[in-house]
């Protein structure tokens, strides 16, 4: 559903950035109060484009924080299980680096 929600929001930046390069590409072909139209709408395309763009930020830094709480509570309540876990994965991570480097 995030990745969804991401690739969605990224699609519309995208076409409003294209739709504004569009118009500056017009705007500097045209001239006087035609120009300084296109411009403008180009000008608000950014902003709207600037918007998404921060309204995904927040919504990222919110959800990095709802996990980094999760994560804290599980190893508050499992400590044991959490120093496993992590050895494990040190271990994994050993095994693969000592291979890469018997090549």
């Known amino acids: 559903m995030q990745t969804q929600k991401f690739q969605t929001v990224r699609n519309d930046v ?24 296109l411009r403008a709408k180009g000008d608000e395309i950014l902003d709207q484009a600037f918007a998404k763009a921060q309204g995904i930020q927040s919504y990222v830094i919110q959800t990095g924080k709802e996990i980094a709480t999760t994560t ?3 190893v508050q309540s499992n400590p044991w299980r ?3 876990i992590s050895a494990g994965v040190g271990l994994l991570v050993g095994l693969c680096v000592s291979r890469c480097g018997d090549r």
């Open 72 to 74: 804290d509570d599980y």
């Open 82 to 84: 959490a120093i496993a």
């Open 14 to 37: 995208q076409v409003l950035l294209e739709e504004a390069q569009n118009l500056f590409v017009q705007a500097a072909s045209a001239t006087g109060k035609k120009a300084d139209e």
